[in-house]
């Protein structure tokens, strides 16, 4: 394995994939690039449940996990309406109930690609 775009890209949110992979690779903090890998094992775990039994196995709380992870790497303090990630913190209510992957997964490598300027890979189509 070695450097680059990942080549098999996430089903489950290939953007948020992509651009956590470009930030891993890219050439900035190693704080930044550690979270950034930090991200993309939560990624790979979204993946693997959508996998087994698609996007309903995957847990809210997992979702929510992606968004304090991804929202806190990109340092956006105003998520958008409908996405609170202070939802579920300690001594909070825990009912936070997730979008849709799509449009949870544009909204987190918009604010990736955003924060950090990336340019994202060209997603393939799927066949």
Known sequence: MG??????????MPATLSAADLLCHSGSSPAARSAAGD??????????????????????????????????LAGDEQPEAGI????????????????????????LASALTSRFHLVPALIPAAA
């Open 3 to 12: 450097g680059g775009p990942v080549r098999h890209l996430s089903a489950a």
């Open 39 to 72: 991200l993309m094992q939560a990624l790979a775990a979204v993946e693997c449940l959508v996998a087994v039994g698609g996007p309903a196995e995957v847990p809210d709380a997992l979702l929510h996990d992606l968004v304090i992870i991804t929202l806190g």
């Open 84 to 107: 609170d990630p202070t939802v579920g913190a300690p001594g909070l209510p825990t009912a936070w109930h997730s979008p849709p992957l799509a449009e949870l997964d544009r909204y």
